[in-house]
């Protein structure tokens, strides 16, 4: 059953244009740079762009940073968001309610399905921004933000693990989107939902007067891979963003499977 998931996770067409638009970016991202350069003064942008055109791991760290905010939680939603509502809007969740698979469980690998789908999004952000680095640009040394120089192999397992990083960053919105999508038979609606909360969140985050309650922010530890790429490496945020990650998971499947333990299967 969840290799079945799977398959019908990454096979959906809707999904795979996904993939494509979010791997195109760093395409576009590095064309960009290569046609017009990287000049705009020192300190601009985001983290690692002055190196951007120095090694192409810089290439998919830009474009993690520019896509964490908003695309990469647009692009999770919109799979979070389909995972029930999607099946029960074409009619297919009541054979699968009435199959002897146990609600629960159902529920967890759809959930399981969109978490990897997740990872696997985010980890080809990575991927394709390295192999577009490679093309346009020369392979130079790979300088960390405490100013030290680090191997090209060591460059890219420290890129992967950002990217894995990310990836987790978004399991609140999967949670939130899976949850939103057993209330509702709306996909959309779903979708929309979780990437509300997300946006919401970053703008709560920017508040000072609220800087008591951003622990409880699931985007309040985005950008905490970025201390991967510090000697030595500062690993408190990113354990502190795993965790809220990890709770925020664990309610939301909480409170989907309690509102989808009881969903009428002829609604």
Known sequence: MFVDELKRTF???RNLVVLGLIALVPVLLGIVVKTLGSRGGNGGGPPFFSQLTQNP????????????????????????GDSVSGEAST????????????RGRLLAIKMAAA????????????I?????GTILFHIGPIVTLSGTTVSN????????????????????????????????DSS???????????????????????????????????GSYIDLFRSPQVLHNVKLDILE????????????WINFRGKDIFS
């Not at 978490?115 to 990575?126: F, H, P, S």
């Open 115 to 126: 978490l990897i789908y997740t990872v696997v999004a985010v980890l080809i952000i990575a």
């Open 188 to 222: 959309a609606a779903a979708s929309a939902v979780a990437v509300a909360v997300a946006v919401i969140s970053e703008i709560l985050g920017q508040i000072p007067q609220l800087i008591h309650i951003r622990p409880l922010l699931p985007s309040n530890y985005w």
């Open 245 to 256: 990650q990890a709770i925020w998971l664990g309610v939301t499947f909480i409170a989907a």
């Open 11 to 13: 096979r959906r067409p």
């Open 57 to 80: 791991v810089f290439l998919s760290l830009v474009a993690l940073t520019t896509m964490e905010t908003f695309l990469i939680p647009l692009a999770v939603s919109l799979i979070a």
């Open 153 to 184: 192999l060591t460059g890219v397992v420290l890129t992967l693990e950002a990217a894995l990083v990310v990836g987790i960053s978004m399991f609140s919105i999967v949670g939130v989107g899976v949850f939103v999508s057993t209330v509702t």
């Open 128 to 132: 394709v921004g390295g192999l577009t």
């Open 91 to 102: 009619g297919a969740l009541r054979y699968l309610l009435v199959a002897p698979l146990g």
